[in-house]
């Protein structure tokens, strides 16, 4: 009974993540609604939903300062994480025993931007795939995906004004960064 509500909300979560899937084809998603939510809180959630963490096959370490908040629409910072986490996971998956196996989550904030740097600890992204590592229905040659995780992840990061980009990749891992607007910084003009 305890576990109901977080049943529901995943169930609700995931039928939104569909419709907004079906949905990218036409342009219809969603304008993002900002607002201050823990992001320790939405990290959990989106360690829970991907399968990971405690006890699981891929960890994830969340190094944030006390209290951290993001100004952002939770929703879609919770698409987009939930993303990188899924694409980490997958590619952790494919280390040798006893490589370490950790998705790691730095916060950090300046006078006008917020930043997420989402690493992992895997065998990096090849090298063909990242040209095109952001388009729609690519992806980086693993099976059972459908190309859309990234290329949709931008999008959501620069509908409120910030960007999405990899940092770095190689046989140490991944690094990519997220950039989102402070809530004091100026909104993005709409030309």
Request: some cysteine; aromatic content about 4%.
């Amino acid at each position: 009974i305890r576990l109901a509500p977080k049943l529901v909300g995943s169930i609700d979560r995931a039928v939104d993540l569909c419709t907004n899937t079906l949905k990218y084809g036409k342009a219809e998603e969603a304008a993002p609604r900002p607002r201050s939510f823990n992001l320790a809180a939405l990290i959990r959630d989106v360690t829970v939903t991907a399968g990971l963490g405690e006890g699981a096959d891929v960890g994830v370490d969340a190094r944030l300062p006390e209290g951290a908040a993001l100004y952002a629409d939770p929703d879609h910072v919770f698409r987009i994480l939930l993303n990188l986490f899924r694409n980490a996971a997958q590619a952790l998956r494919t280390l040798p025993e006893g490589r370490e196996r950790t998705i790691i989550v730095h916060w950090e904030e300046t006078d006008t931007e917020q930043r997420l740097i989402i690493s992992d600890t895997g065998p990096g992204i090849p090298e063909a795939a990242r040209e095109r590592l952001f388009q729609p229905f690519t992806s980086a040659n693993r099976p059972g995906g459908t190309g859309l995780g990234l290329s949709i992840a931008s999008d959501l990061a620069a509908a409120h004004g910030g960007s999405l980009a990899l940092q770095k990749s190689d046989e140490a891992g991944t690094d990519f960064l997220l950039i989102l607007p402070r809530a004091t910084a100026t909104p993005p003009q709409n030309t």
